[in-house]
């Protein structure tokens, strides 16, 4: 009976076109992210977090 | 290194908005105890019914939606404000867009967290697990997360730093992502200001609460807290991330495969087979971008492994991703069909869910606070010994959580499936399975206390921490505007869309509906999908007010509705259970564990009697039973005079009642509630009960599955 149910819900072109879109996208940014012309940015980028352009500190009793 | 060598224009002076960081860091300390005092109460009263005060508003059904609220929004929600204020402004060198939003930010999201604990404990709730909060809360929810939004772009718009960091990126895709989530899930119809109906019903509503439910795991306790990891781990050990183009691979596989793993928390239901198997597909995938990010960052901490004994911060963060690695590992086990047949409903899931929470969050929170609370207060850790044993007290209390949900998970499982030669039960009693299993239940309301007074520890740590602080100090900074020089010469379109974070939002925002589509819209057209069967009929007036004291009370906390197709369910509750069954449901009530046996099939299993005094006190039928006591509902009067509003808003929500019935729907309540409370006089139960709101809930459990019941097993009778 639930098989009943389910016969009227079948579209397996969903999960494979799901697949399908996933594999191309996910084909593309490994591309992008490990072609060797980007390397030197990414390493600039992973920077970014360290560097505090301090200037000075202020007493805020003074 | 320095972007800024080569920049010209003026270099600007700036302060950072630390004091709205300070304020969420204070109300994270407060919620979490708030929210793990309330997971040991409920913890409790698993082991012992009486923990329940045989008060309304501390039973468990109501507590437990509570817990759950506070533990995600509350704790973690104000955690990930904090961290996400204090890095969002130092990766962007900008001070936050409007110090007014913030401020319009923190005391808005804590007057949702003070709003949900004065209306669930009361009952007050649309019975949607982690998104139990009622309308005017939702509206208020949508309200300030778009505060949120405008000072997080608005901060970007006029940020310093050409690059967005990926950390950065994690964020994005949290606020879109989360917005489109709770406002998908929370369509609801009004019936008064405290109570609404879902605009899905049954396997829609389905659907679409666990494509919210696992996405608030992956969007609310997942990608912002990787951003945390990748802005906070580099910053503690002072050395950037392992890989960052694994972190670009990590993060976009993550948004990707994430969106599409909800329906692994419905596997065996009447869901579309292929929905299940996309969702089991998907969530296997996830293993691979997770396990990545963990590599990513534990590998940071190469080189500098002393610090994970000698640095709290360290300590907690490495811990944390260790956690994240197993949680994430376990994740895809459970999502596996055969795995998920053992493990769903048991307490394997709620042992899993909290090597997540406290494993990867609350760890990962305490890391970022023994690194943000000296910073921010401008002082050192008053003891770093209390942060050792609040270490040592946290992963102990974990541990044995895991371990003793594990066992009891299985233990239970196993004995509901354990069948003999003959084709029968080995343990027919339900309560024999609850009674194995009450020891482990005991292991883990002591492994929880031990996490509660872990961060009761920190709390006091981070008290004497900020006292001692004593210089008030405001760091000035420095950095050049943005203009063209900050562009390099030769930079390929990527880096340039990569500059530019709308087109990003875009992307992602993309990325998560193509998911979210594919997902739910078959099922909203479910409708043309679902093969209606004519036996299957409203519930009556007096069954729907039923219904609601249900929702009201979180009997769906510990109770599911839904009879897998497996043949020791069948054996135990009966057929297996239907689409067409619940095409009036809203919302739907699957639960998604069954601390007590299945419902669906429990209509006319016992005489009325036998379920008033059950409601009276569960162990004068069942000896051992942990199901709380529901005297009050013996002496609240029914409101019948509310029960047409209800069905009005149920015929625009599409079921199918006439006007005439709902005119006659009051006569038609009292009518039934008499017939029910004549039969229980006949025992010698007082006539009165007819005017009380127990006589509808037995209405209501008499009702279930009994009009699939009375459908032949051969859909002989079944019409498009």
Redesign the interface.
């Given at each position: 009976m639930k098989q009943q149910a389910l016969q009227h819900f079948d579209m397996p072109w969903l999960p494979v076109s799901a697949l399908i879109l996933f594999v191309i996208c996910f084909i593309i940014y490994f591309w992008w992210t490990y072609r060797s012309q980007n390397k030197n940015f990414f390493q600039q980028m992973a920077e970014i977090p360290l560097v505090d352009e301090v200037k000075h500190k202020r007493n805020l009793y003074e | 290194?320095?972007?800024?060598q080569m920049r010209t224009g003026k270099p600007e002076?700036f302060t950072y908005d630390d004091e709205i960081v300070k304020k969420f860091v204070i109300a994270t300390l407060l919620w979490g105890a708030v929210a793990l005092l309330l997971g040991v109460t409920i913890a409790f009263q698993l082991a012992e019914w009486r923990f329940n005060f045989e008060i309304p508003w501390l039973t468990f059904g109501r507590l437990r939606p509570l817990h759950t609220n506070a533990a995600i929004f509350a704790f973690c929600g104000n955690a990930i404000f904090a961290g996400i204020y204090y890095?969002h402004q130092?990766?962007l060198?900008s001070r936050l867009f409007s110090d007014v939003l913030s401020k319009v930010h923190f005391w808005g999201w804590q007057l949702i967290i003070v709003s949900a604990a004065l209306t669930l404990p009361f009952g007050i709730t649309t019975g949607k697990e982690y998104a139990e909060l009622e309308w005017p809360i939702d509206i208020l929810i949508t309200v300030i997360w778009v505060v949120f939004a405008v000072n997080f772009f608005g901060t970007i718009i006029r940020r310093r730093?050409r690059?967005i960091?990926?950390?950065i990126w994690f964020y994005i895709a949290t606020i879109i992502t989360v917005a489109v989530l709770h406002i998908v899930n929370s369509l609801e119809f009004p019936v008064s200001f405290t109570k609404s109906y879902s605009l899905y019903a049954g396997v829609q509503d389905a659907l679409v609460q666990w494509w919210y439910g696992h996405n608030a795991v992956a969007f609310f306790l997942t990608t912002p807290f990787l951003g945390l990891m990748?802005?906070f781990i580099?910053?503690a050990v002072?050395?950037?991330?392992y890989s960052?183009?694994l972190s670009?691979?990590h993060f976009?596989?993550l948004v990707?495969?994430y969106i599409?793993a909800g329906p692994h928390h419905l596997l065996y239901t009447?869901l579309?087979?292929?929905?299940q198997?996309?969702g089991m597909?998907f969530s296997v995938m996830l293993w691979m971008p997770s396990w990545g990010g963990m590599i990513n960052g534990l590998m940071t901490l190469r080189g500098v492994w002393n610090k994970v004994r000698t640095e709290p911060s360290v300590r907690f963060m490495a811990t944390a991703v260790t956690f994240y690695g197993m949680a994430t590992f376990e994740g895809p086990l459970l999502s596996i069909k055969s795995v998920n047949a053992i493990a769903h409903f048991t307490d394997w899931i709620p042992g899993h869910v909290h090597s997540g929470t406290i494993g990867w969050n609350y760890m990962l929170i305490s890391g970022i606070l023994f690194y943000l609370v000296p910073k921010l207060w401008n002082t050192e850790l008053y003891s770093k010994k209390l942060a050792h044993q609040q270490f040592w007290l946290a992963t102990f209390g974990l541990v044995l959580y895991i371990v003793s949900m594990w066992v009891a998970g299985i233990t239970q499982s196993l004995m509901w499936r354990a069948m003999d030669d003959a084709g029968r039960l080995i343990y027919p009693n339900f309560i024999e399975t609850v009674i194995k299993i009450v020891p482990m239940y005991w292991v883990r309301a002591i492994g929880g206390t031990s996490v509660l007074i872990s961060f009761i520890i920190m709390m006091y740590n981070f008290y004497r921490t900020i006292k001692q602080a004593s210089?008030?100090?405001?760091?000035?900074?420095?950095?050049y505007a943005l203009d063209a020089s900050s562009i390099?010469a030769h930079a390929?379109a990527?880096?340039k869309l990569e500059g530019v974070p709308m087109i990003f939002s875009v992307l992602s925002l993309i990325?998560i509906l193509?998911?979210s589509g594919?997902e739910i819209i078959?099922s909203l057209l479910?409708d043309k999908?679902?093969?209606k069967v004519s036996a299957i009929k409203p519930y009556t007036p007096l069954e729907l007010h039923g219904r609601d004291i249900y929702i009201k009370e979180g009997c769906y906390t510990c109770h599911s509705q839904t009879v897998r197709?497996m043949a020791h369910e069948v054996v135990r509750y009966g057929?297996?259970?239907?689409?067409?069954e619940f095409v009036y449901d809203h919302p739907f009530q699957w639960g998604s564990k069954r601390t007590g046996p299945d419902l669906a099939r429990a209509g006319g299993k016992y005489p009325h009697m036998w379920h008033y005094k059950h409601f009276w006190d569960p162990r004068e039928m069942t000896a051992g039973s942990i199901m709380p006591r529901y005297h009050w509902l013996f002496d609240q009067k029914l409101p019948y005079t509310g029960i047409p509003a209800k069905m009005r808003v149920m015929q625009k929500l599409g079921v199918p009642y006439t006007d005439q019935q709902i005119a006659s729907s009051i006569d038609d309540a009292k009518a039934q509630a008499k017939t029910i409370a004549d039969e229980l006089a006949q025992s010698g139960v007082p006539a009165k009960l007819a005017e009380m709101e127990i006589v509808s809930l037995i209405a209501y459990i008499q009702r279930l599955g009994i009009d699939y019941g009375s459908v032949p097993?051969e859909?002989a009778q079944?019409e498009k």
């Open positions: - | 290194m320095s972007s800024n002076t890095s130092r990766l060198k730093e690059h960091y990926v950390a990748y802005y580099p910053k002072n050395r950037p991330v960052y183009r670009i691979i976009w596989s990707f495969i599409w009447t579309p087979e292929w929905a198997t996309l597909v210089v008030k100090e405001e760091t000035i900074y420095e950095a390099e390929s990527h880096r990325a193509v998911g594919i078959p479910a999908y679902i093969v197709p057929k297996a259970s239907n689409a067409a097993d859909p079944e």
